[in-house]
């Protein structure tokens, strides 16, 4: 029994020197990366590239994901409002929803499943593959050349992926609102632009932009871990997308109550 | 100056609990072909890292061309490692430029040379390993093995380096490929040696070894039991070094 006790509190132990050592070595990374974001020379080049393989990558999973969202999401509420002859509300809601909440988080979860994977991937395979290592020896740093790009590509790219999400959205549930479920279009826009506020947009912008921060960098991080081996290319790509996936879901929580107060 | 392009002094490097470097302390004479014998995993990688200064000692120095390599800064590092040209065991071409590009890559990071100055520079140096114009425009993922190697070692030499390291340059090639990479590395060695140019080679390989090499250094578990000329080394009486030479 002792024993049993004594291996469970070994093993515990184990667990959580391993992660404070994540922990440390994520930390660690970060403020590497910070470093070589300001250090030149500045690499835009390969900063557009990322830029276009981001958003090129993700732009028609995000036309097909905003339009059905929108679309959906105009229906149901319907569903709801017509109860109490309130469906004239749709456009507004939906856009606030859109705008606050589903364009960035729906945006955040493809990019961290599309990009933050190819991140993982990409970057893993050259560290097996010795690639990284070929990249210190002529004297280019490989966080400089690999990762800021990709960090500051998701941070750009996110924003701009978010806004087409809104946009798109709109435009679906404005369909689906007066060309479907016959609400006047001049009610639909006109109760839309009596309720939403700049604000509302702002905080999507916010929280896309520090969402593709967070994807980047876990997706690097996790490409720069690989150890072993194909093998571990597929893992350091399935713990990109499942650790990209769960911050973006954490963060909104936290970021939703921090600029609710202050915008 | 001393006589060594590289000397280990008291080298040990510990990653965690294991020590895989023990007390390592040799020189590797300058303008020769040193090759470092050894099994799988007796450190012989670890070594060649310490040299490029891509890994840190636990403890002792490692001077390269009367440099203290472990007591550079970052950026010193990174200038003083334009002296080394290395081929990497799987060759580690950049998978997303193609042969040409991977070659010019060096040329366009560290040299102001002109678009016309780079292609006549690596159009040359493609050649003098055999590799025809048309596999340079091929991404590495179209090329055999061999020919990855010597793109690899195009790439390497493009700066003009004034040590090349070699990790394994022929594991996994056929005997006459294997061949013409040793000849290729000799003749890289000697048309450069006037300038200054040491060569340092792992390998499995005995024979090409003890053809082409002027020293050999053999470790084993993370120690250098023995660092003698090839000729003493053919009459060394060491038990291990005598069953690898008995292959
Ligand atoms: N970064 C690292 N972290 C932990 N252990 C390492 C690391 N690098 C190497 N080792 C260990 O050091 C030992 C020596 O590795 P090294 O790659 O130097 O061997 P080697 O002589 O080159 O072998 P091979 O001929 O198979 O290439 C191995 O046991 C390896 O597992
Ligand atoms: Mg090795």
Same mark, same amino acid.
């Not at chain 1, 469970?8 to 660690?28: A, M, R, W």
């Not at chain 1, 390969?46 to 339009?67: A, H």
């Not at chain 1, 921090?258 to 915008?263: A, E, G, N, V």
């Given at each position: 029994?002792?024993?049993?006790?004594?291996?469970?509190?070994?093993?515990?132990?184990?667990?959580?020197?391993?992660?404070?050592?994540?922990?440390?070595?994520?930390?660690?990374?970060?403020?590497?990366?910070?470093?070589?974001t300001?250090?030149?020379?500045?690499?835009?080049?390969?900063?557009?590239?990322?830029?276009?393989?981001?958003?090129?990558?993700?732009?028609?999973?995000?036309?097909?994901?905003?339009?059905?969202?929108?679309?959906?999401?105009?229906?149901?509420?319907?569903?709801?409002?017509k109860?109490i002859?309130?469906?004239?509300?749709?456009?507004p809601?939906?856009?606030?929803?859109?705008?606050?909440?589903?364009?960035?988080?729906?945006?955040?979860?493809?990019?961290?499943?599309?990009?933050?994977?190819?991140?993982?991937?990409?970057?893993?395979?050259?560290?097996?593959?010795?690639?990284?290592?070929?990249?210190?020896?002529?004297?280019?740093?490989?966080?400089?050349?690999?990762?800021?790009?990709?960090?500051?590509?998701a941070?750009?790219?996110?924003p701009m992926?978010?806004?087409?999400?809104?946009?798109?959205?709109?435009?679906?549930?404005?369909?689906?609102?007066?060309?479907?479920?016959?609400?006047d279009?001049?009610?639909?826009?006109?109760?839309?632009?009596d309720?939403?506020?700049?604000?509302?947009v702002?905080?999507?912008i916010?929280?896309?932009?520090?969402?593709?921060?967070?994807i980047?960098?876990?997706?690097?991080?996790?490409?720069?871990?690989?150890?072993?081996?194909?093998e571990?290319v597929?893992?350091?790509?399935?713990?990109?997308?499942?650790?990209?996936?769960?911050?973006?879901l954490v963060?909104?929580?936290?970021?939703?109550s921090?600029?609710?107060?202050?915008? | 100056?001393?006589?060594?392009?590289?000397?280990?002094?008291?080298?040990t490097?510990?990653?965690?609990?294991?020590?895989?470097?023990?007390?390592?302390?040799?020189?590797?004479?300058?303008?020769?072909?040193?090759?470092?014998?050894g099994?799988?995993?007796?450190?012989?990688?670890?070594?060649?890292?310490?040299?490029?200064?891509?890994?840190?000692?636990?403890?002792?120095?490692?001077i390269?061309?009367?440099t203290?390599?472990?007591?550079?800064?970052?950026?010193?590092?990174?200038?003083?490692?334009?002296?080394f040209?290395m081929?990497?065991?799987y060759?580690?071409?950049?998978?997303?430029?193609n042969?040409?590009?991977?070659?010019?890559?060096?040329l366009?990071?560290?040299?102001?040379?002109?678009?016309?100055?780079?292609?006549?520079?690596?159009?040359?140096?493609?050649?003098?390993?055999g %590799?025809?114009?048309?596999a340079?425009?091929?991404?590495?993922?179209?090329?055999?093995?061999?020919?990855?190697?010597?793109?690899?070692?195009?790439?390497?030499?493009?700066l003009?380096?004034?040590?090349?390291?070699?990790?394994?340059?022929?594991?996994?090639?056929?005997?006459?490929t294997?061949?013409?990479?040793?000849?290729?590395?000799?003749?890289?060695?000697?048309?450069?040696v006037?300038?200054?140019?040491?060569?340092?080679i792992?390998?499995?390989?005995?024979?090409?070894?003890?053809?082409?090499?002027?020293y %050999?250094?053999?470790?084993?578990?993370?120690?250098?039991?023995?660092?003698?000329?090839?000729?003493?080394f053919?009459?060394?009486?060491?038990?291990?070094?005598?069953r690898?030479?008995?292959?």
């Open positions: 029994m002792k024993v049993m006790v004594e291996k469970k509190i070994e093993s515990l132990g184990i667990y959580v020197t391993d992660l404070l050592n994540g922990l440390g070595d994520f930390t660690n990374f970060t403020f590497k990366t910070i470093y070589w300001f250090k030149p020379p500045y690499r835009w080049k390969l900063l557009f590239e990322q830029i276009y393989f981001i958003g090129n990558k993700s732009v028609f999973i995000i036309f097909l994901t905003s339009s059905f969202t929108g679309a959906v999401f105009a229906y149901q509420i319907y569903v709801g409002m109860v002859n309130a469906d004239s509300f749709i456009g809601l939906v856009t606030i929803a859109l705008a606050k909440e589903l364009a960035p988080v729906l945006s955040g979860l493809v990019v961290a499943g599309r990009c933050g994977a190819a991140m993982a991937a990409q970057i893993g395979s050259m560290k097996v593959t010795e690639q990284i290592d070929a990249l210190e020896v002529m004297g280019i740093n490989s966080y400089q050349y690999l990762a800021v790009p990709r960090i500051l590509g941070t750009i790219s996110m992926l978010s806004a087409i999400f809104l946009l798109i959205g709109y435009g679906g549930s404005w369909l689906i609102g007066t060309k479907v479920l016959m609400i279009e001049v009610t639909f826009t006109s109760k839309v632009s309720f939403m506020e700049l604000g509302m702002t905080e999507g916010i929280k896309a932009t520090v969402f593709g921060y967070l980047g960098i876990i997706g690097t991080y996790q490409g720069f871990n690989v150890t072993g081996g194909a571990g597929g893992k350091g790509t399935n713990m990109a997308v499942v650790w990209g996936m769960i911050t973006v963060v909104d929580f936290f970021l939703t921090f600029l609710t107060q202050i915008l | 100056m001393s006589e060594y392009s590289i000397e280990f002094q008291h080298l490097k510990k990653f965690g609990e294991a020590t895989i470097l023990n007390d390592v302390s040799f020189g590797i004479v300058k303008n020769k072909i040193t090759t470092i014998l099994f799988s995993g007796a450190g012989k990688t670890t070594l060649m890292k310490h040299i490029l200064g891509l890994t840190m000692p636990t403890s002792g120095d490692v390269v061309l009367d203290t390599i472990n007591k550079l800064g970052d950026l010193q590092l990174r200038e003083f490692r334009r002296n040209g081929v990497f065991q060759a580690a071409l950049f998978d997303f430029l042969s040409y590009e991977n070659v010019a890559f060096p366009r990071e560290f040299t102001k040379m002109t678009e016309e100055e780079i292609k006549e520079k690596v159009m040359s140096l493609l050649e003098s390993v %590799i025809s114009k048309e340079a425009f091929r991404l590495p993922s179209e090329l055999s093995g061999g020919m990855r190697k010597r793109v690899g070692l195009a790439r390497g030499l493009a003009d380096p004034h040590i090349m390291l070699y990790d394994e340059p022929t594991s996994g090639l056929d005997p006459i294997t061949h013409m990479v040793y000849d290729l590395m000799k003749e890289t060695h000697y048309s450069n006037h300038k200054g140019f040491t060569s340092v792992i390998s499995h390989d005995i024979h090409a070894t003890l053809k082409y090499s002027d %050999i250094v053999f470790m084993e578990a993370g120690r250098v039991v023995e660092h003698l000329d090839v000729e003493s053919k009459k060394s009486e060491n038990p291990v070094i005598r690898f030479l008995e292959l």
